[in-house]
């Protein structure tokens, strides 16, 4: 039904111009019926040929490739993508220069550091996030970057199944250090609870960072 598909990726466009617009092409679409013969409410499969081929289609393959491996960051900064890509931040810089100039759907803003950062629509990263699901390498690059900021939220986001936290036990153990060393102790309960029991167990650092948290809770 029109008004409900338009609800729905009115909340997920964060816009209602976009998501009229994406209504509109989902609309001359042909759509398949489900199984039981009505209709989805929509295709996801329309949206992501849409963004595929206005957006990734049109660009070189080299930029495409650094769109992709952008894909699951939170945000994006010539820094940060020079250490996902293995490029120099002067690249990474005119690419990103690049998308905002072809209106690839990416604003900027201005960190509360001064940094210039850049991000993705929601609705065009949930697609790119569909298409981009082997880059295993550019996550566990993004990881260590931002364990590298004392971002250890982001890190743990970044790092799904097909990453292995022990890879960065030394630097979880050293950023929760710091925190038992703040007494932040909420914080490091938190990173704790994140990481696999088995680590904890077997990391002696990571053991006694545990152990420090427990006493103080």
Same mark, same amino acid.
């Given at each position: $039904?029109?008004?409900?598909?338009?609800?729905?990726?009115?909340?997920?466009?964060?816009?209602?111009?976009?998501?009229?617009?994406?209504?509109?092409?989902?609309?001359?679409?042909?759509?398949?019926?489900?199984?039981?013969?009505?209709? =989805?409410?929509?295709?996801?499969?329309?949206?992501?040929?849409?963004?595929?081929?206005?957006?990734?289609?049109?660009? =070189?393959? $080299?930029?495409?490739?650094?769109?992709?491996?952008?894909?699951? #960051?939170?945000?994006?900064?010539?820094?940060?993508?020079?250490?996902?890509?293995?490029? &120099?931040?002067?690249?990474?810089?005119?690419?990103?220069? $690049? #998308?905002?100039?072809?209106?690839?759907?990416?604003?900027?803003?201005?960190? =509360?550091?001064?940094?210039?950062?850049?991000?993705? $629509?929601?609705?065009?990263?949930?697609? #790119?996030?569909?298409?981009?699901?082997?880059?295993?390498?550019?996550?566990?690059?993004?990881?260590?970057?931002?364990?590298?900021?004392?971002?250890?939220?982001?890190?743990?986001?970044? #790092?799904? &199944?097909?990453?292995?936290?022990?890879?960065?036990?030394?630097?979880? &153990?050293?950023?929760?250090?710091?925190?038992?060393?703040?007494?932040?102790?909420?914080?490091?309960?938190?990173?704790?609870?994140?990481?696999?029991?088995?680590?904890?167990?077997?990391?002696?650092?990571?053991?006694?960072?545990?152990?420090?948290?427990?006493?103080?809770?």
């Amino acid at each position: $039904h029109p008004p409900d598909m338009l609800r729905d990726l009115e909340q997920r466009c964060t816009g209602w111009i976009a998501a009229i617009k994406l209504l509109t092409y989902d609309l001359r679409q042909p759509i398949p019926a489900a199984s039981n013969g009505n209709l =989805p409410q929509y295709s996801d499969n329309a949206i992501r040929h849409f963004i595929e081929s206005s957006i990734l289609d049109s660009m =070189p393959q $080299h930029l495409r490739e650094f769109t992709l491996a952008a894909a699951p #960051l939170p945000w994006m900064s010539a820094d940060l993508m020079a250490a996902v890509t293995g490029t &120099s931040p002067a690249i990474c810089a005119d690419a990103l220069a $690049h #998308l905002i100039n072809v209106n690839c759907c990416v604003a900027e803003f201005t960190a =509360p550091s001064g940094e210039l950062r850049f991000r993705f $629509h929601p609705l065009v990263q949930e697609v #790119l996030q569909q298409i981009a699901t082997d880059r295993v390498a550019e996550r566990r690059r993004a990881a260590a970057w931002f364990l590298t900021q004392n971002d250890v939220d982001t890190a743990l986001r970044l #790092l799904s &199944s097909d990453i292995d936290p022990a890879e960065f036990a030394e630097e979880f &153990s050293h950023a929760i250090r710091n925190a038992l060393i703040r007494f932040d102790i909420t914080t490091a309960q938190r990173w704790l609870s994140a990481l696999p029991a088995t680590l904890l167990e077997t990391h002696a650092a990571l053991a006694v960072n545990a152990a420090w948290a427990a006493y103080f809770l």
